[in-house]
């Protein structure tokens, strides 16, 4: 079946510094893939998402690249600020895997520390 | 904006007193899901709904229970809830239920169970 393995958290960073969550899968067919933000007490939102090989997603300086020879997604921003604490979910969906249903990785709580 | 919406933020119940918790939505997806997330970890899914079918997820207690009246609504009836279903329980909407399109979520309803 789907699959999605992130780094274990916590992670804490002081303000400004560089930013990577793992992130790797195992799926059949062809998967989009999703990382997803949640901001304490709050539900998921979006933040990217790449639906094929070599597809870059990015949005509010943060990036990953969908890497089907190695199967990742890694999560990167180059300088985080103390509002992107939260916890960050990587997920699958596709087409004809898994009946379409999502499929999340444990999430990785980050903390960022001014 | 087009959204998620749902009610109440915070509910407490009684250990064995019914509950139901409701999710209503204006994006016209046709899926509409019911998730179980338990201290920041991955969400569960409990059931989904495409149009008015139902899906039950194997191992979703015969405890939880859920209606769509209409493509907007959609219920979350907990019949007998007990200490182990205090959680956080988000519902989330797509367009179709087995494509790749993100999932978009409401900031769901955290039930406390005393």
């Known amino acids: 079946g789907n699959s999605v393995t992130q780094m274990e958290g916590p992670v804490t960073l002081s303000e400004e510094a560089f930013l990577t969550i793992n992130c790797t899968y195992t799926a059949t067919g062809y998967p989009s893939l999703f990382w997803y933000v949640q901001y304490p007490g709050e539900g998921l939102q979006l933040l990217l998402k790449a639906t094929k090989a070599d597809d870059k997603g990015s949005n509010k300086g943060f990036e990953a690249t969908y890497r089907k020879e190695t199967t990742s997604f890694h999560l990167e921003k180059g300088s985080v600020q103390v509002s992107d604490s939260a916890v960050y979910f990587c997920a699958l969906r596709g087409i004809n895997t898994n009946a379409g249903k999502s499929t999340f990785g444990d999430g990785t709580t980050l903390t960022v520390k001014p | 904006d087009a959204m998620v919406i749902q009610n109440p933020r915070y509910q407490v119940t009684q250990f064995g007193k019914p509950v139901t918790l409701s999710c209503s939505q204006t994006?016209?997806?046709?899926?509409m899901y019911w998730y179980q997330q338990k201290s920041s970890q991955a969400p569960k899914l409990l059931f989904h709904?495409?149009?008015?079918?139902?899906?039950n997820e194997a191992d979703t207690p015969d405890n939880f229970q859920s209606r769509r009246p209409n493509t907007s609504f959609c219920f979350l009836d907990i019949r007998s809830p007990g200490l182990g279903d205090a959680a956080m329980y988000l519902c989330?909407?797509?367009?179709?239920?087995?494509?790749?399109?993100?999932?978009?979520f409401g900031n769901g309803t955290r039930l406390t169970v005393t």
């Open positions: 989330a909407t797509s367009t179709r239920q087995g494509d790749n399109s993100p999932l978009h």
């Open positions: 709904y495409y149009d008015k079918d139902f899906n």
């Open positions: 994006l016209n997806h046709n899926v």
